[in-house]
């Protein structure tokens, strides 16, 4: 189908923001229009400077109220990403064996990064079919249990439990679920994302909410004499963090971002307003593909279906890359599926900051498309 082709839709049937990029995501128009605002007191300074330090600072303590972190619990953060954490992560948190709940893309690339460290003796894999969610597996000498909170390319929703060994870290990618997915801190002695899902922000930083052990952890992996990259040493990292700073120079545009998402989830009811708006988003997405007669959830168990990330298989013979080019063309973006999946499919955000109001108009956007295929 030639871009001259596509079906036109309705002005009244589309939705009032087209946005629905699983990330980086739909960031509201008012949040860019009181950044430019900032120039002269953020933008184009030293992250040393008072006004940036600060704005750190009013982000962390918005997390730990955010998440209602335990006393002892700390929030760091630095340059590079949720990617760069999993170096991290294996530099500093994992001792000697570590096991990996693999169910899609990112779970993977953890299990794959631990696995060529020469100092980690261990790597097990508990695998799971994409769509699906495997379990843990509790084996004596394991001293680091990793797992994914929502699996952005599948869009599977773990469940989240603590092991019974007392020593051992549980470390959690929560990057497309923190922020509007309920969690219980206890569960978690790192629980690490990027801003660029529902926190309504850029990429390129990592954000850790940290149990007291997997402090004592960071600083002990150095003690004992393993070489760690100073970009890759967590406990450097903490120590910024609590000077309400970052080892090196972050983009100063993206924290005022994420602290702009903060101040709006936590003046509306914190976390549990945020994961209800989600809940809401994603009960009529799937409530629409259980109805449809050529669509239905990737995801077949509803209880791993995710509230934040939502796939949809097509039928065969309804083309979804036909479907999301013809939403293009139309203002309603970034539909298409993880490009690995390879499957026919549309992946749709839901985070917060999508209005569940677009998410209805983007069904009926849909069924409006295939009704004239």
């Not at 070489?227 to 000077?243: G, H, K």
């Not at 083309?319 to 026919?344: H, Q, W």
């Amino acid at each position: 189908m030639s871009a001259s082709s596509y079906i036109t839709l309705p002005p009244d049937l589309l939705p009032s923001d087209g946005r629905f990029g699983s990330g980086p995501s739909k960031i509201p128009t008012f949040f860019l229009e009181g950044l430019a605002d900032t120039q002269d007191t953020l933008l184009g300074t030293s992250h040393r400077r008072p006004a940036v330090k600060d704005l750190v600072r009013v982000i962390r303590e918005r997390l730990t109220e955010l998440f209602q972190l335990p006393d002892g619990y700390e929030v760091a953060l630095g340059n590079g990403g949720a990617t760069l954490f999993w170096d991290m992560a294996v530099h500093s948190l994992i001792k000697s064996s570590s096991e990996h709940l693999v169910f899609g893309e990112f779970s993977s690339k953890f299990a794959s990064a631990a696995r060529q460290a020469p100092f980690i003796a261990n790597v097990k894999e508990v695998k799971a079919d994409y769509g699906s969610c495997p379990s843990i597996e509790e084996i004596e000498g394991v001293d680091t249990y990793a797992l994914t909170h929502n699996e952005t390319s599948t869009g599977v929703l773990a469940p989240l439990s603590r092991p019974q060994s007392a020593d051992a870290l549980v470390l959690v990618d929560a990057t497309s679920a923190a922020g509007a997915v309920p969690v219980d801190p206890q569960v978690f002695d790192a629980y690490y994302f990027s801003p660029q899902k529902a926190f309504a922000s850029e990429g390129g930083l990592w954000v850790a909410l940290l149990s007291p052990q997997a402090v004592s952890r960071a600083v002990e992996t150095v003690a004992l004499g393993r070489y760690v990259p100073t970009m890759l040493d967590l406990s450097v990292a903490i120590e910024n963090s609590r000077e309400n700073q970052t080892y090196n120079t972050p983009a100063i545009a993206t924290l005022y971002l994420m602290n702009a998402q903060l101040e709006w989830i936590l003046s509306h009811g914190g976390l549990a307003w945020a994961t209800q708006r989600s809940a809401d988003s994603a009960s009529i997405l799937y409530r629409w593909a259980d109805a449809a007669t050529y669509a239905h959830p990737f995801v077949a168990d509803p209880a791993l279906r995710s509230p934040v990330i939502a796939t949809i298989d097509f039928d065969e013979n309804i083309d979804a890359k036909t479907i999301a080019a013809t939403l293009r063309a139309n203002g309603i973006v970034d539909t298409e599926p993880y490009r690995k999946l390879g499957r026919n499919q549309l992946r749709i955000a839901l985070f917060p900051s999508i209005d569940p109001d677009d998410v209805e108009a983007l069904t009926q956007c849909i069924d409006f498309i295939v009704g004239r295929l």
